[in-house]
């Protein structure tokens, strides 16, 4: 499909180069707190492990990123370096020009280096991706690296990285100088369905979707959770791919291909805490509408937003002249659904009380006009607060105003009320 046909103004799902924007889920967040203790620890040295794709570069751009411009900092790609290989790039990303010098010259100017920094300043940090797959040599000069300080002070921050744990490393003996400074050993994990759906709306949003739950559904997203494993790196080609296929809008379900997944990093009693992600997650709300005490429509609440009204191009479209032309709108956030009443005439009830905001649950029977609408949702069964921490002011939002930029292209011409209530609801 053209991004053009889409409503797309860039290709969302980038495979190489720098994405269009940074997402964050649980898991990146902790890896960018265990980054930051690093930096801000004494001696501090850490693992960053995650499988391929699992995130791992997004996650060290933007530490690097955030650092003060003041600050020293070399990400170095320790692929089959030997010493001098590691050493040369380290030196070159600090600053250093230098011809034709020999290992031991280079670990002289890159301890100098670490040594005046920390005693004026703060640590310099070098961060080593792919470590499993440094030479024995560069290991020992890691070691010995990792031995400098001053006034008790570790000259030289470490980040180790890579695809694959680095434990059978750290704990050989002769490792004991990295092992006994380690302060994390932090294992990258996938994103939850909840987690999974925000990313790719968030993407398209960014590369101009409108409505972005309308390009990839809630179903499509859960689908989608389910054949990346939550890997953020492989939910983007896999949507890509779906994206590039797929003819019509929504994306359909057919599209999401499942590759085959790569394994995590961390240990047995690790890996139990990630699969209680893959359990069965609960099912959407569904929606009842009844006129009279008679059902007109049921429908399965599987997108981020619905949107109830008089005009044909709500979601909900009920054609009564005692329901505005866009009466009211659900929003999905996590578990939670939120209703707003979008300063109808009639108002928005619930349970036969009138409100303008509402946290819904189970069995909430919603009245706009002479329409009821039941809430059927076993799962939600807290009322909560529209202040507390399961509900994003951001989501809720970005929501309005992306339906608000929605309608704007509709015709602004007010649509004639009907001149009668009829017991119908529109598709």
């Known amino acids: ?52 794709l699992s995130g791992k570069s997004t996650v060290i751009r933007k530490f690097v990123d955030s650092r003060p411009e003041e600050s020293s900092h070399a990400v170095v790609d320790g692929n089959r370096l030997n010493t001098t290989g590691l050493l040369e790039a380290a030196l070159r990303q600090f600053g250093y020009a230098f011809d034709h010098s020999s290992p031991n010259e280079l670990l002289g100017m890159l301890r100098v280096f670490a040594l005046q920094q920390a005693a004026s300043q703060e640590s310099p940090i070098l961060i080593i991706e792919n470590a499993h797959g440094l030479n024995p040599s560069a290991l020992r000069a890691i070691c010995e690296l990792a031995t400098l300080k001053v006034r008790n002070i570790s000259a030289l921050k470490m980040v180790l990285v890579s695809d694959r744990s680095l434990r059978s490393i750290i704990d050989a003996p002769a490792m004991e100088c ?3 400074r380690l302060l994390h050993d932090f294992h990258l994990h996938p994103m939850t369905s909840e987690e999974v759906a925000h990313y790719v709306h ?24 389910r054949s990346s ?12 791919l779906a994206l590039a296929k797929s003819e019509t809008l929504p994306v359909p379900v057919e599209m999401i291909e499942s590759p085959a997944l790569p394994n995590g990093t961390w240990d047995d009693a690790q890996l139990a805490e990630a699969q209680q992600q893959t359990t069965a997650l609960p099912g959407p709300p569904t929606l009842y509408v009844s006129y009279e005490g008679e059902t007109m429509r049921e429908l ?14 709500n979601d909900i479209a009920i054609s009564s ?15 939670s659904t939120f209703l707003m009443d979008l300063n109808s005439s009639n108002g928005t009830f619930v349970n036969s009380r009138r409100v303008s905001n509402h946290v819904l649950i ?32 951001t989501a809720v939002m970005k929501t309005l105003e992306d339906m608000r930029n929605l309608l704007a292209q509709e015709n602004t011409e007010i649509l004639p009320a009907p001149p009668e209530n009829l017991p119908t609801s529109g598709t």
């Open 321 to 335: 002249k005692f329901i505005s032309r866009h009466h009211a709108l659900l929003v999905r956030h996590g578990s």
């Open 202 to 225: 968030e993407k398209l949003r960014g590369a101009g979707s409108l409505m972005p739950e309308f390009v990839f559904p809630r179903s499509v997203c859960t689908e989608l959770w």
């Open 178 to 180: 990295i092992s006994e």
């Open 1 to 52: 499909m053209d991004l053009g046909a889409a409503g797309l103004n860039e290709q969302p799902f980038p495979t190489h180069g720098k994405p269009l924007s940074t997402l964050s889920y649980a898991s990146h967040e902790k890896a960018l707190k265990v980054l930051e203790e690093t930096c801000a620890a004494p001696n501090g040295l850490s693992l960053l492990q995650g499988p391929t």
């Open 362 to 393: 189970h069995d909430d029977v919603i009245t706009v006009g002479h329409h009821r609408i039941k809430f059927d949702d076993p799962h939600a069964t807290r009322r909560g607060s529209l202040d507390g921490s399961e509900f994003a002011d």
């Open 229 to 240: 494993g939550g890997w953020p790196g492989i939910i983007d080609r896999i949507a890509l």
């Open 300 to 313: 399965t609440f599987d997108m981020s937003r619905l949107l109830i009204g008089r005009s044909e191009h």
